[in-house]
């Protein structure tokens, strides 16, 4: 069985100088990937380095709505010529996005947009982060006709919205809040979801699954995740897992298993 964390900031002071040794927890639990999304020009090399030299391990770089306020237009021109030039581990743009609930809409969706045509332009995969924005995130991508790869990470939405999402070819991820209990309307939404739609992810060393203390989320809990899913939607875990394989190879690129 092969698992792929499609988002964990594995670059983030939590694992510093433990990189390694969570790295081989994760493979022992059957993790053969970890992606690592980028969320903020000051931090790209950083991810960089994090990948650099460690098998399995791929990157994304974006700039995140929370830290739009210290960006300026250039760095999206460093942006685009960092992905344009950037080695095989570079497997997406992001993580990028919309956020209700810290910052201003408004300052964001200009920085959402540009990153939306750029991944566009150079066709690479979208890391969506969506908090509270399903909605206008599913606007923004229709209206600019986006036609690659995407994932809505992290996704609490309902059923409704993540259906709009998955016709318009986004994937969905799949992380720790569907181990708890209280999160009924993403429980219900992940359930009904097609299982060709649904991607694996932690957001380590956040989204904690049930039972994992606050902060202290790991790669090393991907199967958690996976439990939960095979309970939600009553399938047997090695077929499911080999599709979920599927999903996370179709959506950044790699070989897809037959």
């Not at 996704?155 to 708890?180: N, P, W």
Request: proline residues 5%; aromatic residues 6%; glycine residues 10%.
């Amino acid at each position: 069985m092969e698992l792929t964390d499609a988002h964990c900031h594995l670059d983030f002071p939590e694992f510093a100088d433990r990189q390694e040794q969570v790295l081989a927890g994760a493979a022992a639990a059957g993790v053969s990937r970890v992606v690592i999304p980028g969320v903020r020009r000051r931090h790209w090399d950083r991810v960089v380095s994090a990948a650099a030299g460690m098998s399995g391990v791929y990157y994304c770089l974006g700039i995140h709505p929370w830290y739009v306020g210290e960006h300026d237009e250039s760095d999206l021109t460093l942006l685009e010529r960092r992905l344009t030039g950037a080695d095989e581990q570079c497997v997406g743009l992001g993580e990028c996005g919309l956020d209700r609930l810290r910052g201003e809409l408004a300052d964001q969706l200009p920085w959402f947009e540009a990153q939306v045509e750029l991944a566009g332009r150079l066709m690479r995969p979208l890391v969506i982060h969506s908090v509270r924005t399903h909605d206008e995130i599913h606007r923004i991508l229709k209206v600019r006709t986006f036609s690659g790869r995407a994932l809505i990470h992290g996704f609490s939405g309902s059923y409704e919205q993540a259906r709009k999402l998955v016709d318009l070819g986004c994937y969905i991820g799949v992380g720790g809040v569907i181990t708890h209990d209280r999160a009924k309307k993403t429980r219900n939404a992940i359930a009904r979801l097609p299982v060709d739609a649904l991607v694996l992810e932690t957001d380590a060393p956040d989204m904690a699954p049930a039972g994992v203390v606050k902060g202290c989320n790991s790669p090393e809990n991907l199967p958690m995740i996976l439990d939960a899913l095979v309970s939600l939607k009553a399938a047997q875990r090695e077929e499911l897992a080999g599709q979920l394989l599927r999903n996370s190879c179709q959506l950044y690129g790699w070989p897809v298993p037959v």
